[in-house]
Nanobody, 118 residues
Framework: VQLQASGGGLVQAGDSLRLSCEAS????????VGWFRRVPGIARDFVAS????????LYADSVKGRFTIFRDSAKNMVFLEMNSLKPEDTAVYYC????????????WGQGTLVTVSS
């Protein structure tokens, strides 16, 4: 099972960016998917998640109303649409999957860097 995250880049505050997470060997319509981010020297933080059945989304308070997680089942991809970006959103973003809500995320992508300039 592998995850490939992409879509990061350098943007200005207020801009939008869409991150993509593509899976091989695991079907997103079966497993939960989460996005996390890490600032160097700080622990990795939860950003958003989407349940395998697609019915439940969760967001960190810091991104609620600005970020949207959604899935394209036909392409087996999950996206993180990020709007109204702020400098504090600057981080390496990772996607991950888990087999059920009571299990830890066990497969992680390599991360994609998002830099938001003020």
């Amino acid at each position: 099972v592998q995850l490939q995250a992409s879509g990061g880049g350098l943007v200005q505050a207020g801009d939008s960016l869409r991150l993509s997470c593509e899976a091989s060997g695991r079907t997103f319509s079966t497993y939960d998917v989460g996005w996390f981010r890490r600032v160097p020297g700080i622990a990795r933080d939860f950003v958003a998640s989407l349940s395998g059945n697609g019915h439940t989304t969760l967001y960190a308070d810091s991104v609620k109303g600005r970020f949207t997680i959604f899935r394209d089942s036909a392409k087996n991809m999950v996206f993180l649409e990020m709007n109204s970006l702020k400098p504090e959103d600057t981080a390496v973003y990772y996607c991950a999957t888990r087999t059920s809500p009571d299990q830890p995320y066990d497969v992680w992508g390599q991360g994609t860097l998002v830099t938001v300039s003020s």
